[in-house]
């Protein structure tokens, strides 16, 4: 069964500090990793997007790596602000298909 | 653009009750999907449209449930009847192309159930 797993469920941080999310995956076969940001009451917002043969992809504060052998990844935040308090949802895409399989996310908590 | 519309953005009815949920994608964009989002089992893909037809439906939880999509520029679920189980958001989202391209959300609908 195609699964997404992310760690950890919850993670509070105090503002400036820099954090890491974990994706694992057994999403097969494989065609990109998704992060995506979600305000509360609000829809998900894409952040990255990863192809199979990429690695490493950033958006500002935030970077996504890939490793397409172990089926992992993780966004890293750096210099962490308030605004960054969202959850953070790991989707990965299967080849040829336009379902997406989705994490449960990890909820981020940015405190002053 | 305005991004992708949704409506109402609250809804709250009792048990039995016909809700139906209304969705604008992108305009332009090709593929539509209709999500139910939980705190037990985050987001689930209920039905996706493609150039306004019904390409898979296996998420939709039941009979109850029944999306259509009568042109480009609107679609709808509804649920007949409304069970408190029902109680969730409710995202619409559209991309231009399939899974490679990047899915666009709305705001969703918070739907009550009582």
């Known amino acids: 069964k195609n699964q997404v797993e992310q760690s950890p469920q919850s993670l509070i941080i105090l503002e400036g500090k820099n954090c890491t999310l974990q994706?694992?995956?057994?999403?097969?076969?494989?065609?990109?990793l998704r992060w995506y940001k979600q305000d509360t009451g609000r829809g998900p917002v894409s952040l990255t997007i990863m192809t199979f043969s990429e690695n490493t992809k950033s958006n500002g504060r935030y970077t996504a790596t890939l490793d397409a052998d172990t089926k992992q990844s993780s966004l890293h935040i750096t210099a962490s602000q308030l605004s960054d308090s969202a959850s953070y949802i790991c989707v990965v895409s299967l080849s040829g298909y336009s379902t997406l399989t989705f994490g449960k996310g990890t909820m981020l908590l940015v405190s002053p | 653009d305005a991004g992708v519309i949704q409506s109402p953005r609250h809804e709250v009815t009792e048990m039995g009750q016909e809700v139906t949920l209304r969705c604008k994608p992108i305009s332009g964009h090709d593929y539509l999907f209709w999500y139910r989002q939980t705190m037990m089992r985050g987001l689930e893909l209920l039905i996706y449209?493609?150039?306004?037809?019904?390409?898979?439906d296996s998420g939709m939880p039941e009979d109850r449930f029944s999306a259509k999509m009568p042109n480009a520029s609107f679609s709808t679920l509804k649920i007949q009847p409304s069970e408190p189980r029902d109680s969730a958001v409710y995202f619409c989202?559209?991309?231009?192309?399939?899974?490679?391209?990047?899915?666009?959300f709305g705001p969703g609908t918070r739907l009550l159930v009582l």
């Open positions: 449209f493609n150039n306004n037809v019904p390409i898979d």
């Open positions: 994706c694992n995956y057994t999403v097969s076969p494989f065609s990109n």
């Open positions: 989202a559209s991309s231009l192309g399939p899974g490679g391209g990047t899915q666009y």
